[in-house]
């Protein structure tokens, strides 16, 4: 089963939501931007995950634990993300469930693959 997960990062804490396939909120939590809590917050989710991540200032520590755990990462523009800059409650909760929505809906196309090497 595939499930869809929205990170909104920030410096010291991020809020992440998953959803599975029919769109149903798995988790909605807020976190340290600790490392190895990340993992064990996205193991206990299972099945093979997509994460959406905001392109934003200090992004890359993240995408790049996420790459290295196998998952499928998916980066948003700042500028492009149209769920989320349209919303009009705008909240890191609001934020990270528009993320997770994002892959598996027409807003797909606001979100880009990572084309960093690894």
């Not at 064990?40 to 290295?68: C, F």
């Amino acid at each position: 089963m595939t499930i869809y997960v929205g990170i909104d990062l920030h410096r010291k804490r991020s809020q992440i939501a998953a959803l599975d396939e029919q769109g149903t909120e798995l988790l909605s939590r807020r976190v340290a931007n600790d490392p190895e809590a990340l993992k064990a917050i996205l193991a206990e989710l299972g099945g093979e995950l997509q994460v959406a991540l905001e392109a934003t200032y200090g992004w890359e520590w993240l995408a790049d634990m996420l790459e290295a755990e196998g998952h499928e990462l998916h980066l948003s523009h700042p500028l492009r993300t149209k769920a989320i800059a349209a919303a009009r409650v705008k909240t890191d909760a609001v934020d990270a469930h528009a993320r997770a929505s994002a892959p598996h809906r027409s807003t797909a196309r606001s979100v880009c693959r990572s084309a960093r090497a690894a």
